[in-house]
């Protein structure tokens, strides 16, 4: 969006007749208003209007003039609020993970382990394909819904700590079925909603689902 803003150039002056703004869609009530400060101090002021024929329509608040400006500029700044914030639940590089620690209900953990190059449950081995299909999952995890409202009021349902060079911890709280509010510490502050508990399944599984039944 900086970027977009730093090279906005007119082509041409389309119109400079005020009953044509609602045409090209920057009055004050159809336009996206953009407003630019640097220190305190306004530098910009303009209404970002419609996109046509490979041009998007703009308008400079204080002006009656309708610039064409080529490019697509109306997605870039006319989005919702949680579209500006950053979804990031999980980014790791998983080659420095060497330990996993599952923290669920009811004794049902168990701690994933590198152990000489092999990823262990205890005393059994795990899945070698499962067990990288799974720490792909890892490596990025992203959701665009969050949880303003929830409050941790209680301690997590699941916890998984991921230990190595760039540990971190991933905490689950069942809202209902088959919602979820998740939290890392890669961003500690944020809670997000997983309303389908897809990342939900992708970050807790249980500890069959990285076995390998017919080799133990």
Do not use: C
């Amino acid at each position: 969006m900086l970027t977009q803003l730093a090279s906005l150039s007119p082509d041409r002056i389309d119109s400079r007749k005020r009953e044509k703004w609602e045409d090209f869609e920057v009055s004050d009530s159809t336009g996206t208003d953009v407003i630019a400060f640097s220190d305190g101090k306004e530098q910009g002021h303009f209404k970002v209007g419609k996109e046509s024929g490979g041009v998007t329509y703009i308008r400079r608040d204080s002006e009656q003039e309708v610039y064409a400006v080529s490019g697509s500029f109306s997605s870039v700044f006319n989005q919702k609020f949680n579209e500006w914030r950053d979804g990031t639940l999980l980014r790791l590089n998983t080659k420095g993970i060497t330990k996993i620690t599952f923290s669920y209900p009811a004794d049902s953990g168990f701690v994933l382990s590198k152990k000489d190059n092999a990823w262990m449950i205890g005393d059994i081995k795990a899945d070698s394909a499962k067990t990288a299909a799974y720490l792909n999952k890892l490596s990025f995890q992203r959701l665009d819904a969050f949880a303003d409202d929830f409050q941790a009021s209680t301690k997590p349902d699941v916890i998984v700590n991921i230990e190595g060079e760039d540990p971190v911890i991933v905490r689950g709280w069942k809202a209902s079925f088959p919602q979820w509010i998740l939290n890392s510490d890669v961003q500690k502050d944020v809670y997000f909603t997983d309303e389908g508990d897809f990342v939900s399944r992708a970050i807790f599984p249980g500890k069959n689902a990285l076995i390998n039944k017919s080799r133990n």
